[in-house]
């Protein structure tokens, strides 16, 4: 089905012809002219044919089972006579998916849920095509919102590739696009799609945090120790270069393992005075 423009013309101009007729055709029947009797039916039939179609809001006309067209623009209308309206909202609406849970890439399972910004642009598809496409938003919304979220890790620990937790602009593009090829058939615009909830299952939660925990640990003593060694090696070769004490293998080999110990411990070393011996 492809939605395409019904018969109208302006209803005010139809609605004072109908009311003449109607005027005309019972003050003949008063007279008992029998003219009166086509005058009066002719003004009932074009009365079932005014339409009032309020902004944003579409009419699809039906007529003895076909399609004959819609009716967009605002307005009293007269269209066809004894015609089956349904009329479609065309304004923008919100779907809110309940929180799925998934298993990611990796078959970790995670809660995800989304957010659904959409609009009818095809009034016959929307009707026609699909049995009740606010139900159809839903179903398709939910399969594609899990199926993108299958070819995601939740995260990506070693900082390569894309995350649902780590890229959400990237998931949220991928998943429009495919609500749009989804919902194309039944005549629905995808304006946006984002992601409203993203948490690991309760089941694997704790573990999870554990593992996130460790490896943020790891992350900064990996950048503590690299540091550590760069201003050890700086500070021995700024002794050599001044010329302030001359050390040997086994002096710098401690001074290395002084500075290394001061700096990368995580709690205030506490320095050893040595005063000489007693004898």
Known sequence: MIEKKAWAVNGY???????????????????ENLVGIPIVILAVILASGILVVQPNKSYALVFFGNYIGTIRQPG???????????????????????????????????????????RVIDTA??????????????????????????????????????????????????????????LKQAGVEVTEARLTHLAYATEIAGAMLQRQQASAILSARQIIVEGAVGMVQMAIERIEKDGVIKLDEERKAAMVNNLLVSIVSERATQPVINTGTMY
């Open 13 to 31: 101009l139809a609605l004072i012809l109908m009311l003449a007729l109607m005027i005309g055709g019972i003050a003949l029947l008063v007279q």
């Open 76 to 118: 009293l209308w007269l269209s066809v006579p004894f015609a089956i309206r349904k009329g479609v909202s065309l304004k923008v609406r919100n779907f809110n998916s309940k929180t799925l849970k998934v298993n990611d890439i990796e078959g970790n399972p995670v809660e995800i849920a989304a957010v659904v910004v959409f």
């Open 125 to 182: 598809k929307a009707i026609f095509d699909v049995e009740k496409y606010e139900g159809f938003v839903e179903i398709q919304s939910e399969t594609a919102l899990r199926h993108v979220a299958t070819r995601y890790a939740y995260d990506n620990f070693e900082g390569k590739g894309f995350s649902l937790r780590g890229n959400p602009e990237e998931v949220s593009s991928e998943l429009m696009n495919e609500l749009q090829q989804r």
